[in-house]
């Protein structure tokens, strides 16, 4: 014969809850069994911005035999869980209930419940300091890369250096400065040579011959290209009128 008076137990556990909670037990229903819900949130919670934590309404109804069976278990409202968070809470208290079955068990299984909630904060704060600092890793490298640049082949290096040259005038300046720098002919040696012309001016001059009457014969300049005209001076060791 069943002696115990479940319905006085389920009603002592009531009155100790709220008195542990200070208030906190919400009473929803006494008939046919009583049905309660109660808060539990992480120790960092900030309720009146519902940040910085979690947080959800745990919701009790007992059975017929409690706490010989299992009471009923919902989890109401919650803040900031992830995706799978209710469903593996649930599943935390319900294997709670399985070690107390028995015995008055509501304080174990809210926290159990609560210790549960403040461990998935911590997998949360630290996941997000570890992508916090993959961001700063991936912006770290990011910024080396800007200063390591493009690897060079010889290859790469004459093309860059050939456009690099063509715009800044380069390749046209060493182009020119290499046809001045060339060996002249006798004939453009003669022809560049303005004193020479001068010279002679200005000995018809001081002769008294008008330039106007001077005759030029062309021949004598034909076969100027020939001269090897700086072949003598070339000489350190050259002295004019000595073989």
Not at 102 to 119: C, D, H, K
Not at 127 to 153: A, D, N, P
Not at 193 to 211: Q, R
Request: with cysteine; aromatic share 8%.
């Amino acid at each position: 014969m069943d002696t115990r008076n479940y319905k006085e137990d389920q009603t002592n556990e009531i009155e100790a809850l709220d008195s542990i909670y200070c208030g906190e037990l919400e009473v929803l229903a006494e008939e046919p069994y009583h049905r309660f819900k109660l808060p539990i949130s992480t120790e960092e919670y900030n309720a009146e911005a519902q940040e910085n934590g979690l947080q959800c309404q745990l919701i009790f109804t007992y059975t017929e035999k409690y706490p010989d069976t299992a009471p009923l278990v919902e989890i109401e409202d919650p803040i900031n869980f992830l995706e799978d968070y209710e469903e593996r809470l649930v599943k935390h208290i319900e294997e709670t209930v399985a070690e107390h079955l028995g015995m008055e068990m509501i304080f174990s299984l809210v926290s159990s419940a609560q210790e549960w909630l403040n461990q998935r904060w911590d997998d949360v704060k630290r996941e997000e300091e570890l992508s916090r600092e993959r961001r700063l890793r991936e912006e770290e490298e990011q910024e080396q890369k800007k200063f390591e640049g493009t690897r060079v082949s010889v290859e790469t290096f004459l093309a860059w250096k050939t456009t690099f040259e063509d715009e800044l005038g380069i390749t046209q300046k060493r182009l020119k400065e290499s046809a001045e720098n060339r060996k002249l002919t006798g004939r453009e040696l003669f022809l560049r040579d303005n004193t020479l012309n001068e010279s002679d001016i200005k000995f018809l001059l001081e002769a008294g011959d008008s330039i106007e009457n001077v005759k030029i014969d062309e021949s004598l300049f034909q076969n100027i290209e020939d001269l090897e005209l700086d072949s003598d001076t070339d000489d350190e060791d050259y002295v004019p009128g000595k073989e």
